[in-house]
């Protein structure tokens, strides 16, 4: 899948501007993908101001075949995936039982809500929610078991505003899964060697050399004795 490099319009209002109105060229793409038994319709909207959020990324597909890879139960889990773009992670959530919730910003809903139709039958629980990091995070509770995000690493200045948002969403005992392409002009790995550890314990748990994605698992330290 080829890299078209960051867009800013996928990121929050406070930290880049936002450009509008629609290119000539939008189309439509409808796909489907195969995880953990569940036949996955994902339409894409490229060619049109979503930017980044279009599309579904090498991170997010690598996410779920580790999900799948490991028969991940999300059973009673309360799930929250961050910068969703398609949905096709937290919508996989969904499918295997967990309580999720599907963020993005507001110009991302109507994809993922599209998404979350054609996939996640009535009974299913999957909400849609708009929520930019460092800005509304406190309007969501503080206990998710599960915080996912796939290639939403990449920008320097939302460095800090993720990690605030993460500290706030993941409960004492949840845990965060993080799929990145490992962008070397775009300072993602120092996000997973500074600024992540300052909070969480970090373990690569899988390296995909071919898409040049690492997928992370981060747990909250323990507090130190007094």
Known sequence: MADPGPDPESEPESVFPREVGLFA???????????CGHVLSITQNFG?????????????????SYFE?????FRGKKVIELGAGTGIVGILAALQG??????????????IQGNVRANVSAGGQAQVRALSWGIDQH???????????ADIVYLEPTFPLL???LQHLCGPHGTIYLASTMR????????????????FQLELVQRCEDENVNIYRARRREPRPA
């Open 48 to 64: 049109s101001r979503l930017g980044v959020a279009a599309g579904v990324w090498d991170a997010a597909l690598s996410l779920c």
């Open 184 to 199: 070397e002009e775009h300072g993602t790995e120092s996000f997973f060697q500074h600024f992540l550890p300052q909070h």
């Open 98 to 111: 967990g309580d999720v919730t599907i963020t993005d910003l507001p110009l991302a809903l109507e994809q």
């Open 163 to 165: 990690l605030g948002t």
């Open 25 to 35: 060229d939008s189309y439509s793409e409808k796909s489907k993908f195969s995880f």
């Open 139 to 149: 309007v969501f509770p503080g206990d998710y078991d599960l915080v996912l995000g």
């Open 69 to 73: 890879s490991q028969n991940m139960d």
